[in-house]
């Protein structure tokens, strides 16, 4: 049976949670403190790990990044009733955590987002069980199959406020080979092989044959693992996309540091040069935190979708991406929220004047240019009662 620990401070609270989660089909261990709880991590087998952010001793995003670290294959979730700027980074770009949850929990959301984190782990342990051995030929020829019949679907983004009509579309990397399905499996077997190059060039070979037929004056967002910026075809005369490079906005991932690329700031000014756009993802996810607006100087900030996620229900989220909406304005930079996908998370946003919108709410991701949200691109905005 799988096995879930709950790291809280508050003894009386993990005995309500204990019995609250009795009937559940996992076992329930706990501790009061990120030391106990790691001590439990050590000793036992634990499948997901449930931390409360304020803790005396540790805050639970410090102990959650050393779980990640320590025990990788273990999902992590994170409760918390207010956060900082700072511990919220931390848990979205270095614990990794798997969701959000805003306390006084309810025990149906906590019983709902665990066991949604045990199926994300099965999958993903699955998935790795069908791989060969890494660097061997047949991971090889396994990923050279899987990044020949990847595929790109683009999300449109909402802009041009207070019109709200098609501002942009993200190339999204589609895979769907049985033994690397999806775009991440296909990231980290191009980063286990040295391969992101080749992955990044073939995503980049795509969207220049697509971009022809894209709706005129769009923006196409084009992901770029941050080991790529070391990557000579990028500012190369090869690059297919330099024709189109007034339409191209470079989103910086979250896959590596920017400590571990030579130049990071000669090769940005040079694709400036060149008249590409830059933005940071998932704010600023894998680097040293905000630092990372000093180094790229974005013209686009991406916040995560698990501050978007039931905004209107947490006044801690709404404050950060309140003042990350100021900063973005102060600094002259657009604020992009991704992964709305309610009225309400739509409504708060607006509210808090964010530029640019993007997820379900406003439209799905599609094969190419194949249709437009509704309202989008005919001057219409995205109306929370629509």
């Given amino acids: 049976m799988p096995r879930v620990l709950l790291v809280d401070d508050e003894p009386e609270l993990l005995r309500g949670l204990r019995l609250a ?9 706990t501790a009061t ?9 050590e000793r036992d087998a634990i499948d997901v790990v449930v931390s409360d952010e304020r803790m005396p001793e540790m805050p639970g995003s410090e102990f959650l990044t050393i779980a990640r670290e320590r025990y990788p294959d273990v999902e992590r979730i994170i409760l918390t009733g207010q956060a900082s700027m700072e511990a919220t980074i931390t848990a979205i770009n270095q614990a990794r955590v798997f969701r959000f949850l805003t306390k006084p929990c309810p025990t149906p959301e906590l019983v709902e987002v665990i066991t949604e984190a045990l199926r994300a782990r099965e999958e993903r342990q699955a998935a790795a069980a069908l791989l060969p051995e890494a660097g061997s030929p047949e991971a090889i020829a396994l990923f050279e199959e899987a990044l020949a019949a990847c595929w790109l679907a683009f999300q449109p983004i909402a802009g041009n406020k207070p019109t709200w009509s098609l501002f942009a579309f993200e190339a999204l990397l589609r ?3 049985p033994a690397l399905p999806g775009p991440l499996a296909l990231i980290e077997s191009a980063t286990a092989l040295g391969r992101y190059f080749d992955l990044d060039r073939a995503v980049r070979k795509r969207v220049a044959d697509l971009i022809p037929s894209a709706p005129p004056d769009t923006l196409i967002f084009v992901n770029l693992l941050p080991q790529s910026l070391g990557d000579p075809e990028l500012v190369g005369p090869d690059n297919p996309l330099h024709p189109f490079a007034d339409r191209i906005v470079f989103e910086i991932t979250e896959r590596a540091s920017l400590d571990e690329i030579d130049d990071v700031e000669g090769t940005i000014a040079r694709l400036r040069e060149l008249g590409y756009r830059i933005a940071i993802d998932d704010l600023g996810a894998g680097y040293a935190g905000l630092t990372s607006f000093a180094t790229l100087q974005p013209d686009v900030v991406k916040l995560d979708m698990e501050l978007v996620r039931d905004i209107h229900d947490s006044p801690t989220r709404s404050k950060l991406v309140g003042s990350m909406v100021g900063l973005c304005r102060e600094l002259g930079v657009l604020c992009l929220a991704e992964g709305i996908e309610t009225d309400q998370e739509l409504e708060h946003l607006l509210f808090l004047g964010m530029d640019l919108l993007q997820g379900y709410r406003i439209a799905k991701p599609e094969p190419p240019f194949t249709t437009i949200a509704s309202g989008m691109g005919r001057g219409e905005a995205p109306d929370p009662e629509a």
């Fill in 21 to 29: 989660l009795r009937k559940e089909p996992f076992d329930v261990v």
């Fill in 33 to 41: 403190s990120a030391r106990e709880g790691l001590d439990v991590l």
């Fill in 175 to 177: 895979s769907e080979h």
